[in-house]
């Protein structure tokens, strides 16, 4: 069984200041890790994913996340906030057989201050 | 290239009665999750259909069922309402099994019982 721990539900900060959302996860087999932004009243949003390789991904908005196996863990950060990043961020895993069964941390909710 | 569409987006049903919600997937994507989103509980899986079977199961009671139809498109049914079943229901759509790597939300039913 797989399970996801998103060490923060809230996290403030100020506008163009650095951020990172932390995530742990627990698998007996390899998986495959996501984060995903869910805006007021929208459903859930692809922001990058690791599948294998490189261990830091890139994705959208400017997010980047580092996955580190030996410490089990996926955190999300970006150099510089905006307003508009004000949104909950879901850490989620998925056995490698495909993306069809996500186990999702709790969430945490990110405030951008002006 | 339309995305997942849910629909209806709100909904308020009474304790006792019974709901179905509806999902269309992205054309050509096959596979349709169903996940419930609570303030306690989080982001749960219900289910996950593949060419009309159901392939995955969540940890919830027989009143949750749903079925897909040859063209993709998935229906929820929650039987028996209770008032914790007031949730956002998200469908979340993929290609084919195997290596298929994200899932695409929808914007999710709302679904309130009083």
């Known amino acids: 069984a797989q399970s996801v721990t998103q060490l923060d539900s809230q996290v403030p900060v100020f506008e163009e200041a650095p951020v990172e959302l932390r995530c742990n996860y627990s698998?007996?087999?390899?998986?495959?890790l996501f984060w995903y932004v869910q805006y007021p009243n929208q459903g859930l949003q692809l922001l990058l994913k690791?599948?294998?390789?490189?261990?830091l991904v890139k994705g959208i908005n400017g997010f980047e996340a580092e996955f580190n196996k030996s410490q089990t863990s996926f955190h999300l950060r970006k150099p510089s906030v905006h307003i508009s990043d004000t949104a909950e961020y879901f850490c989620?895993?998925?056995?490698?057989?495909?993306?069809?069964?996500?186990?999702f941390g709790q969430g945490t909710r990110l405030t951008i201050n002006p | 290239k339309a995305g997942v569409t849910q629909t209806p987006r709100y909904l308020i049903k009474t304790r006792g009665q019974q709901v179905t919600l509806s999902c269309s997937p992205i054309?050509?994507?096959?596979?349709v999750s169903w996940y419930q989103q609570t303030p306690g509980q989080g982001l749960q899986f219900l289910f996950e259909?593949?060419?009309?079977?159901?392939?995955n199961k969540g940890n919830f009671p027989g009143r949750f069922s749903g079925r897909q139809f040859s063209n993709s498109r998935s229906e929820m049914n929650v039987s028996t309402l209770e008032l914790g079943d007031s949730a956002l229901y998200l469908c979340?759509?993929?290609?084919?099994?195997?290596?298929?790597?994200?899932?695409?939300f929808g914007q999710g039913t709302r679904l309130t019982v009083v």
């Open positions: 698998s007996s087999v390899s998986v495959y």
């Open positions: 259909y593949f060419s009309e079977t159901q392939r």
């Open positions: 690791y599948l294998s390789g490189s261990t």
């Open positions: 989620a895993v998925s056995e490698p057989q495909g993306a069809q069964k996500l186990v």
């Open positions: 054309s050509g994507h096959r596979s």
């Open positions: 979340a759509s993929s290609l084919v099994g195997g290596l298929n790597t994200e899932a695409f």
